[in-house]
Structure formats: C-alpha cells, structure tokens
C-alpha cells in the first residue's frame, strides 16, 4: 500500500493564514505591524533567491519588510554594526542573517551578535541553550516546520522511536532535541553510522537530512513509518534521466511503497521554513511588546 502524501504547501499556507490574522489582531492593539529584517551578503543567486521569498511573504501576512544588501566584500566589523543597528530598532521584530557567508566572514561569531528575542532563525548560543534546556525561546524554522507536520499527520511522537540523519546545528541537531522534548526515544545518525539502514529500519518516524540525493532506500524504511525528507538535491540530466533533477534525501519511489506517510520533494518540508519564519518574527514581536 502506498503511503499518504503530507502535502507542505497546504499545511505552511494554512500556517500563513493563521499568523496573518493574528498580525492583524496585533496591529489593532499596537498600532506597529512586526518587521523582519534581513541581512544578504554578496550576490549569491540562491540566497538572493531565498531572502526574496522571505520578504515576499513577510509583506503578504502585513508584516513590514527590511531588506538589507551588502556588498561581497563587506568587513566583519561593518555586518556587526549593522546587526547592532538592527537590534537597537524597536520597528524591527527579527533579525536573519542569511547564510552562508563570504569566505572571509564567520557565520556563527556574526549569527551570535543578534538579539536573542530577535533571532528569528533560532540560531543564536542563547537560543541554542534554551532548546537543549528545554525552555521557551525561538527555535530553528525548518525542524519547527517538521514539528508541524508530524502534528498534522497525528504521529504518536511520545514514546516512538525517531531517527534523525544528520547532525548539523542548523537541523539535525535541534530537530532531535524537538522530538526529545516531545518524548520520543531519539537516534541521531550520520557518515560515521555503522550499518544506517539497521538503524533507520528501526524508526517509526524517519526523517533525512543529510544533503545526499536518495541515500535513504526501501531498506532504511521500517513499514507503516512516517518519512520526512528535508534533503534538496539537484541531480544533473544525465543523473536525472527521465525524472526530475531535483530530488531529496529519500529515493521517493522506493520509500512511498512502504512509509505510512512521507513528504514529497519539492512541495513537502520546503515550503513549512518560511511559514515558521513567519510565525517566529510574530512571536518575536509579541514578546518585546510585552516585555
């Protein structure tokens, strides 16, 4: 039996609805919308690509846009006053560095100087800490957006057992310490895993995100699991073949035959890391409100 398709876009365009009505609500009360600044460097096309979408989406819900360009060869001192600049201004809600960076920049030292109520992208030591503590903060969009549609799915995650291949900071490590806090019994694998397939054929929530076009195969697949693929790979023609050239971690055609439910690539996680993003910078700016 073929698994049911968890369709992203539905689930993050439902998201979308629900942050803008409440942006609206806040409006009313306040009289200032929630801002959300972020911050390219260089001309690279796909982070031009994927800030133009964030920002996009911000002035969709009624949020206001800032867009900050700067140039490629920008000094580590002029990004930290910028940062420091957007911090101090009470019209911004969040603050997004986006990544990666020119060579000569340091991503994480740069991320780090955000406000921590502003870090939208959930990236910061601070809030880093307060996920692995377990207490309230921003947390990191895409495994936000996985939380989501798991919700979505009616997964039992108290209790299941749940893999999680990769270990970066910016998913795999904060995805596993998520499902933790929801109770579930959780495995993180990685290029140094003995037999990953034993490992992953165990889970009953699976989720890739090793950045490797279709590693996880019918083996890695328990039967009746929910499958989530964060991967975006994009093959060349001559891999492609008659498919398409844009694939994820899972080989979909294998895994759909066995997984209870399992995202699609493109249309599934990609779509749920603005929508978190958006619903971040709302919990932003209704914290420093209050505060």
């Given at each position: ?86 911090n101090g201004d009470p019209e911004v809600s969040g603050v997004l ?86 109770d579930a019994t959780v495995t993180i694998c990685h290029s140094k ?53 844009l694939v994820g971690d899972v080989d979909f055609e294998a895994a ?36």
């Amino acid at each position: 039996m073929s698994a049911s398709i968890i369709d992203g876009k539905a689930i993050a365009a439902r998201v979308r609805s629900e942050v803008e009505q409440q942006v609206r609500e806040l409006v009313g009360a306040t009289g200032r919308p929630p801002g959300l600044a972020t911050i390219l460097v260089g001309e690279d096309p796909a982070s031009a690509i994927y800030v133009g979408g964030k920002q996009k989406a911000c002035a969709e819900v009624g949020m206001r846009p800032f867009d900050i360009r700067l140039r490629a060869d920008v000094s580590h001192q002029q990004v930290a006053e910028k940062i420091a600049q957007l911090n101090g201004d009470p019209e911004v809600s969040g603050v997004l560095l986006q990544l990666p960076l020119p060579s000569h920049l340091d991503g994480p030292a740069l991320t780090g100087l955000i406000d921590p109520l502003k870090d939208v992208d959930g990236l910061t030591p601070v809030n880093a800490g307060l996920l692995a503590l377990g207490r309230d903060g921003l947390r990191p969009c895409t495994p936000l957006g996985v939380m989501e549609m798991l919700k979505v799915t009616g997964a039992q995650i108290a209790g299941a057992e749940a893999v999680v291949v990769g270990r970066s900071n910016l998913f795999g490590k904060p995805m596993a310490l998520m499902l933790l806090a929801s109770d579930a019994t959780v495995t993180i694998c990685h290029s140094k895993t003995s037999d990953l397939a034993a490992v992953c054929s165990r889970a009953q929530i699976l989720i890739a995100a090793a950045g490797r076009a279709r590693l996880i195969g019918a083996e890695h697949v328990r039967q009746g699991a929910i499958v989530i693929d964060v991967g975006m790979n994009r093959l060349t023609p001559e891999q492609a073949g008659n498919r398409s050239g844009l694939v994820g971690d899972v080989d979909f055609e294998a895994a759909v035959q066995r997984a209870r439910a399992i995202t699609p690539v493109p249309g599934g996680v990609g779509p749920m890391t603005i929508a978190m993003l958006l619903r971040n910078t709302l919990k932003a700016a209704e914290v420093q409100r209050r505060k």
